[in-house]
């Protein structure tokens, strides 16, 4: 499976890339898949990426989706919504990036 990049901006005022890419294949894959596959490709810890959507269009077999990779976990603690940080990561590893409740 190859992730061909489509578009590849660099946002200096939130600390992070934001990717459009496209994905060949007949099926729509899981955020995991996805996720690791594109660490794997740009060499960035898992931990530091956030899916936005991945979207097959009906009657296509290329499967289009949106990234955002920050630059440290701290840019994203700030910026990214916890739900979305959250999509296609292990659940205990999701846990463990909510912030403790306050009494």
Known sequence: MAIE???????KLLSRRELEFSLPGKLTQSRKETLAEL????GVPESKIVI?????????NITLGKAKIYDSEDAMKKVS?????AR???KKEA???????KK
């Open 5 to 11: 990049i489509t578009k590849d901006t660099k946002n």
């Open 39 to 42: 660490a794997k490709q740009l």
């Open 52 to 60: 936005d959507s991945i979207v097959q269009r009906t009657g296509s």
């Open 81 to 85: 919504l916890e739900y979305k940080s």
């Open 88 to 90: 296609g990561k292990k």
């Open 95 to 101: 846990a463990s990036e909510k912030p403790a409740e």
